[in-house]
């Protein structure tokens, strides 16, 4: 309270030596007594408005850049200020009623801003181009990491995904689980040996490929290295397909994998040159140079097809979640990759089959009745949740369990799942889907 | 007859320098325009190499890139020159004010317009004195304006060349000769209403008087051109055209001006300036009302006040309309500004702004009811305001329930979902449009009460009129309950189709209920005068929370629509690096625009009081001429 005063009074002081010269004058120019007693009556509640009036600027001014629940209480203690000299100064009265009446609906409206909760956005990412071609070895690695999983050291925490999204299907550790897609565990000595040797692959003969896409571009030929194989294999998922982690019901001759440098991850190749380093040195093993990794991508990327290197755009790696909330439903989906497994009627692109068909408006309330079902939904809603957050509670037949990753419900905002469980309600077997909003 | 000759050609002169004036900017800018539209060709004559091409963000046309690329800015004293202060708040602050003072003096002038015609076309001689000296009262006050206008505009580009050098450096190499165009039609528009303001008694009568009303649309014009002209900066720097990825302007002016926002702001920013405009002059007639010492000056502000409030309601009722259309452009230039707004971070604004919307409509009603006490036979209507009042509070509170926000995981918690279990129903839009618009047709009602208040109807189908008035307003507001009430049992976009036959119902009310209570009430028998003056204080405390209110709103608005951009001086091409380039929290933004209103308002009451001590002075005119001197029982409202 002391210091309250004491800004009053800093702020004040030319207003109390005008009362105070106001005092003085009255004493001498008052011509009789009750003149005098009226003129000094005036002056004390004067005196007593501008107290007010001070102690409330203070205390407005001393929490303005708080989101303070008690901040209003400045505009009433000068509404009151203006009511009380109201009263005295009928000559003034309709202004400072008016005035203290407008204090009065600027605190309420300023109290109910406070009063609720603050949401504040936070300073953008930093603008800052990653000049990757200088960078060590080392270096390149370190951000490779964070592109795959979010951050430095990252690799072995369950869950952790970076720009790349690559965990939501790769393992990268011996007995981690990637039914999805191959463990990529010792790519890299793979990658130039087997792989290349496989029959399926076809070096040298693109045309002789019995997958989806024989190059990723006409012209572009098959890998002559290692490196170059996991060049194509990003670039070109459908170009050579493991066994075993084709999309259902194509026999293994389509990927499941989007194209890495292509919408939703789009990886520039300087990121693409990062990643694979990493791959490298986490094995330690000696990786190409940088202009060797970013050659390899070149011969399976056109020019027109790379995408630039970010600049004023914020990084999308800032942001741990996958979705917030914000994009609209497609853009959720496309974002969280669940269209890499479900068919999705209604989403562009969402024809994946590693997982059932999403019409959960038709599905969700049968198994709820199923007598195999464990979980605790009442409801199409709760059953939607449950399946994100909790896949294995129940496993739809013949999907094996453990495919679809548990992490979604911490990589999603509530918003996102809220309009992901919105949507999937809505689709029915047989009825139009609903409108993308 | 020579005197009156003296006038007509005074009238004509008059009116030949104001469309000199108002084509002056024109022709003055014509070579600077030429030089920003010509360019490319005489630059394409010296080869093309000269420059690189440029696709246009927008319209994706092609261009040479002649201007600039934007000012990659950083954080420090050359590109953010500042005080011991946030300069975003001082921007803030002295644009906000340019902005009261700006809208005011905007939408006084088409009040003026639409007074006088009144007061021109009116039959009744007394009436149309009143209309007269009420539109030369308005002018009177935003004459007053018109000079702080200026002089916060000086402040507003001192603030900007001080502490935003590089930004506004861009902006202005980019609209250079919109900026002149802007400068002489700011010159036009003071030399207009200087004429229109001086010239009023020298043409009061006849022909004259047509020939200063058709001043007062020149005026208009002008003003509104200048108005859309400052909007096209904003429009750029919300979604910019004309302009490459780089910012580089591509030489097509006109690009540039017409974003993609900028028609939807223009409309917005029209009706809101009136409606604002409205409150303005309304709280100054409340002041006039409680600061009068007479019978006859009450009765001349109780009358200002109803047709400023009038007016102003008059505006505010297309203004969702208005502002429905500006998100819907929203959305189309880039859905995830509009999600940010709606959906995202700046969703709880929003919440603020539905409960002012729901303040205007119940201080209007208020108002209303109170205005109902002044009239001799309006006490039948005034037992039946407890219903409206429960109606109005039930679609109020409804209208104001939040729905889809964003939460931290702790309140979801807490919360126990993304909804209330119970409240949580009444955020959905179904209920939302329910709400609103319960709450508009309610204000419908209480006009029509008012406006029959004194009368009763003797037209030999008042009894058939009555009952259909009566059952039309019965299946409104079914209709509307009912639809809200289906829209929880079908799929969104479904329920989303269902606003269009809500907002038809209370549309229909407005244009259907409205001539029809004309009709009924033409040659009515009147119970009594309405008693101008005799209403209640609270009354005018209604108009000055209307008043306020808008003021709150506008700058509320004004802030979401600047802090959309987010952390982009010009949306995804120039980058905002200063310190501030972050959102506020929402009880920040608040106490800020308090500030700001009340700022506002304590200097612009100021002005008022000033112009009182101006009137003490003047000699007092005859008994007769005293502004609603002789109150009179209106023969329409």
């Known amino acids: 309270m002391s210091e309250l005063i004491k800004e009053a009074l800093t702020i004040g002081w030319p207003l109390f030596a005008l009362l105070a010269s106001l005092f003085i004058y009255s004493i001498v120019a008052g011509k009789d007594a009750a003149a005098k007693k009226s003129s000094m009556f005036k002056l004390f509640i004067g005196t007593l408005g501008a107290c007010l009036l001070l102690l409330a600027i203070a205390h407005y001014k001393g929490s303005f850049y708080e989101a303070n629940r008690m901040l209003p209480v400045s505009l009433v203690l000068i509404t009151a200020a203006c009511f009380m000299l109201g009263i005295y100064f009928p000559n003034h009265a309709a202004l400072l009623k008016i005035g203290g009446f407008m204090f009065l609906v600027a605190a309420g409206l300023s109290g109910y801003g406070n009063w609720l909760p603050q949401v504040e956005g936070g300073f953008p990412p930093k603008e800052e181009k990653l000049q990757y071609e200088a960078m060590t070895a080392q270096q390149l690695a370190d951000e490779g990491e964070k592109i795959i999983f979010g951050g430095i050291g990252k690799n072995k925490e369950q869950g952790a995904v970076g720009k790349g999204q690559c965990p939501l299907c790769h393992a990268f550790h011996a007995g981690m689980l990637g039914e999805r897609a191959p463990n990529l565990q010792g790519l890299p000595a793979r990658a130039g040996k087997e792989r290349l040797e496989d029959p399926k692959y076809s070096k040298g003969n693109p045309k002789g490929r019995e997958f989806d896409d024989k190059e990723a571009f006409p012209g572009s030929g098959t890998a002559e290295n290692g490196q170059e194989y996991i060049a194509e294999s990003h670039s070109c998922p459908s170009c050579y397909v493991v066994s075993g982690y084709g999309v259902k019901g194509t026999n293994d001759k389509t990927s499941p994998m989007p194209a890495i440098h292509k919408p939703p991850i789009s990886l520039s190749l300087q990121e693409l040159a990062a990643v694979d380093t990493w791959l490298y040195l986490r094995e330690g093993i000696d990786a190409p140079s940088y202009d060797e990794i970013i050659k390899s991508y070149e011969k399976f990327i056109p020019e027109a097809d790379r995408p630039k290197q970010q600049e004023d755009k914020p990084a999308g790696a800032a942001s741990a979640l996958l979705a917030d909330g914000t994009e609209p439903i497609d853009v959720i989906f496309a974002k969280s990759t669940c269209i890499l497994c479900h068919t999705i009627p209604g989403i562009p692109g969402a024809t994946g089959k590693q997982g059932p068909v999403l019409e959960e408006g038709t599905n969700a309330p049968n198994r709820i009745k199923d007598p195999a079902y464990k979980g605790t939904a009442h409801n199409t809603q709760e059953y939607i949740m449950e399946s994100i957050v909790s896949p294995s509670t129940y496993v739809v037949k013949p999907f094996p369990d453990n495919l679809m990753p548990k992490e979604f419900g911490t990589k999603l905002s509530a918003g996102a799942l809220k309009k992901i469980v919105d949507y999937l309600s809505q689709v029915k077997a047989g009825s139009p889907p609903p409108k993308i909003s | ?637």
Not at chain 2, 335 to 357: D, E, N, P, R
Not at chain 2, 476 to 482: G, R
């Open chain 2, 1 to 637: 007859m020579g005197r009156v000759a003296g006038k007509k050609l005074f009238s004509i002169m008059a009116l030949v320098a104001m469309v000199g004036l108002l084509l002056l900017p024109i022709a003055v800018s014509l070579p600077s325009l030429a030089i920003g539209a010509d360019a490319p060709d005489a630059v394409k004559k010296e080869g093309e190499q000269k420059y690189e091409k440029g696709r246009d963000v927008y319209y994706k046309t092609e261009g040479l890139a002649i201007g600039a690329p934007a000012p990659k800015t950083v954080d420090g004293p050359k590109d953010y020159p500042r005080y011991n202060f946030e300069s975003r708040v001082l921007l803030w602050f002295a644009n906000q004010q340019h902005l009261y003072y700006g809208s005011f003096v905007l939408a006084v002038p088409i009040f003026c317009m639409v007074i006088e015609f009144m007061g021109v076309v009116t039959k009744d001689k007394a009436m149309a004195k009143r209309y007269d000296q009420l539109a030369y009262d308005f002018i009177k006050i935003s004459l007053t304006a018109y000079s702080l206008t200026a002089i916060l505009g000086g402040i507003l580009i001192f603030t900007f060349l001080t502490l935003y050098p590089a930004f506004f450096g861009y902006l202005s190499s980019i609209f250079r000769p919109v900026m002149h165009i802007y400068a002489l039609m700011f010159v036009a528009e003071s030399g207009t209403l200087y004429i229109y303001y001086y010239g009023w008694d020298k043409m009061r009568d006849g022909f004259l008087k047509w020939i200063h009303l058709s001043m007062s649309v020149i005026l208009n014009v002008i003003g509104t051109l200048l108005m859309f002209l400052a909007n096209s900066w904003i429009g750029f720097m919300m979604s910019p055209a004309g302009v490459d990825e780089q910012g580089r302007f591509l030489g097509n002016i006109w690009h540039v001006i017409h974003t993609a926002l900028w028609n939807p702001l223009n409309v917005h920013r029209i009706l809101g300036n009136m409606a604002f405009g409205g409150g303005v002059v309304a709280a100054y007639a409340a002041y006039k009302f409680l600061a009068s010492k007479t019978d006859e000056d009450r009765a001349h502000y109780d009358w200002m006040g109803y047709i400023a409030m009038a007016l102003g309601v008059a505006f505010l009722i297309p203004l969702p309309f208005a502002g429905y259309w500006l998100m819907r452009e929203v959305y189309a230039y880039r859905q995830q500004m509009g999600i940010t707004l709606m959906g995202g971070l700046l969703a709880w604004l929003f919440i603020i702004q539905a409960t002012m919307i729901g303040i205007l409509f119940l201080s209007t009603n208020y108002y209303l009811w109170q205005a109902l006490g002044r009239m001799r036979g309006a006490e039948k209507y005034q037992r039946y305001i407890k219903y409206l009042v429960f109606i109005l509070c039930c679609g109020y509170l409804v209208f104001i329930t939040p729905h889809t926000i964003v939460m931290t995981p702790a309140e979801l918690k807490a919360m126990g979902g993304q909804q209330h279990p119970v409240l949580g129903n009444y955020g959905v839009m179904s209920a939302k449009n329910g709400g609103i618009n319960v709450i508009i047709t309610t204000t419908i009602l209480s006009f029509v009460w008012y406006m029959r208040g004194n009368k009763v109807s003797t037209v030999s189908w008042s009894k058939f009129g009555n009952i259909f008035m009566g059952v039309f307003f019965a299946c409104a507001y079914v209709n509307i309950i009912w639809l809200a009430i289906y829209g929880y049992y079908i799929p969104a976009n479904v329920r989303v189709g269902l606003s269009v036959p809500q907002v038809a119902t209370t549309l229909s009310c407005l244009f259907f209920m409205f001539p029809l209570n004309s009709a009924m009430m033409k040659g009515a028998k009147q119970m009594g005068a309405i008693e101008w003056g005799k209403i209640s204080v609270r009354s005018q405390y209604a108009l000055i929370m209307l008043a306020t209110a808008f003021t709150w709103m506008m700058g509320l608005m004004g802030y979401i629509r600047s802090s959309v951009r987010l952390f982009w001086h010009v949306n995804e091409i120039m980058r905002d690096n200063s310190p501030w380039a972050y959102t506020h929290t929402v009880g920040f933004a608040a106490n800020m625009i308090s500030f700001n209103v009340l700022f506002f308002w304590v200097s612009i009451l100021f002005v008022f009081w000033l112009g009182s001590l101006g009137m003490k002075k003047a000699p007092v005119p005859a008994k007769a001429e005293v502004p609603g001197g002789a109150p009179q029982p209106a023969a329409g409202h």
